[in-house]
């Protein structure tokens, strides 16, 4: 958050930081880390995964050509995302 990386400047600089940004920033890690850790992810059903299309659209933002598309499933058995009550 110091420095000169403008690619975090809608955080504000200076005295006036947004107080927040390093908590936002700590919580979008950290679900990306368990989304990629609970789940193997797989192009969809008739895709090779030497299919992908990784071309860009050129622009003011850069963007792929054709959407990136992955489906998620489980890595545990199904018994264990059941809640356990607990006594408080």
Not at 2 to 9: I, M, S, T, V, W
Not at 19 to 48: C, D, K, R, Y
Not at 62 to 80: E, F, G, K, W
């Amino acid at each position: 958050m110091k420095g000169h990386d403008f690619r975090l400047l809608p955080f504000g600089a200076g005295r006036r930081v947004c107080p927040g940004a390093q908590l936002g920033i700590n919580l979008v890690t950290s679900m990306l880390g368990h989304l990629l850790h609970h789940f193997s992810w797989a192009p969809p059903e008739g895709t090779n995964a030497e299919e992908i299309d990784m071309s860009e659209n050129p622009g003011l933002v850069t963007y792929m050509r054709t959407p990136l598309q992955a489906v998620p499933t489980p890595r545990l058995p199904s018994h264990l995302y059941k809640r356990v009550p607990a006594d408080i």
